[in-house]
């Protein structure tokens, strides 16, 4: 069961009604709310897990944003490979 059926099925779905009236929408209308919000959520609480690993490897953010730039600047292109099949 994934957090938007947890959500969705709590208090069998008096918590997406609770939120609803908290903002002045029907159940539907919540619930689509709530489908499309959560996986942004996700992406934003992954970066910020990310950016927190990167830091404790590092050391801290800005050597990690330098190293970061370091490689920016000797990334080149790839070579173009040729097939003659």
Do not use: Y
């Not at 208090?11 to 908290?22: D, E, K, L, P, S």
């Not at 970061?68 to 490979?81: D, E, G, K, T, V």
């Amino acid at each position: 069961m994934n957090i938007l059926d947890t959500i969705l099925n709590a208090q069998n779905g008096g918590t997406v009604r609770q939120i609803g009236q908290m903002v002045g929408l029907e159940k539907e209308q919540t619930t689509t709310a709530l489908a499309a919000l959560l996986p942004a959520l996700g992406e934003a609480s992954s970066i910020a897990d990310g950016n927190g690993i990167l830091s404790h490897v590092f050391g801290s953010k800005d050597v990690s944003r330098q190293v970061a730039a370091r490689r920016r600047l000797r990334r080149r292109p790839a070579p173009r490979i040729s097939c003659r099949c």
